[in-house]
């Protein structure tokens, strides 16, 4: 036996509607990378409010995505030892050091490409976008490899053709102040 609903629209005539149109009319709840990538958006919004003074969307620029970045370093929960360390280069820690806890490279990839598709879906332009800057391609570029170096964990760099661009990128690269100090 089939139950259903009863809705008034007004009270000279009621509408029936089955329970699978009902289940049909209630909103989906957002999925984990889309729920994740909200929570980083206001995260973000909120950093730059908080700035001194604060930073307007509009005049965000790749050195503000840097600094955030830099920012969500003091909550990371990967051990990354500095040169010094007596464990630099050792995948394992026999015992306790002094190295800085920061963010996985990984995660922080992550949460560039979210905060990438976030910043467009919010109404700003792919051309403006500070998220898809390649001075962040180039800093993570640099995580990865200090990370990699500090765990002992070799990457294999994968090889391009060769055009002017990519020599030209690169040797930008080598200049910029967004260097990350292991």
């Not at 920012?71 to 500095?82: A, I």
């Not at 464990?87 to 800085?100: N, R, S």
């Not at 994968?158 to 690169?170: H, P």
Request: charged share 25%.
């Amino acid at each position: 036996m089939q139950q259903s609903l009863t809705m008034e629209k007004d009270s000279s005539r009621p509408e029936t509607i089955a329970p699978s149109d009902q289940q049909r009319q209630q909103p989906t709840p957002p999925s984990r990378y889309e729920s994740q990538k909200r929570r980083d958006w206001n995260t973000f919004g909120q950093y730059l409010r908080n700035q001194r003074p604060p930073v307007p969307l509009s005049h965000c620029t790749f050195n503000n995505v840097i600094d955030f970045l830099r920012y969500l370093d003091q909550f990371g929960k990967t051990k990354v030892h500095l040169p010094g360390c007596v464990f630099y280069g050792q995948k394992e820690q026999p015992a306790p050091c002094p190295c800085p806890l920061r963010q996985a490279w990984g995660s922080l990839d992550a949460l560039i490409g979210r905060l990438r598709a976030a910043y467009e879906e919010n109404g700003g332009s792919p051309e403006t976008n500070p998220f898809a800057s390649s001075a962040i391609r180039v800093y993570l570029r640099e995580v990865k490899g200090c990370q990699a170096k500090a765990r002992g964990i070799p990457y294999k760099k994968k090889r391009k053709t060769s055009t002017t661009t990519a020599r030209n990128d690169e040797q930008s690269s080598s200049s910029s102040p967004t260097t990350y100090f292991c």
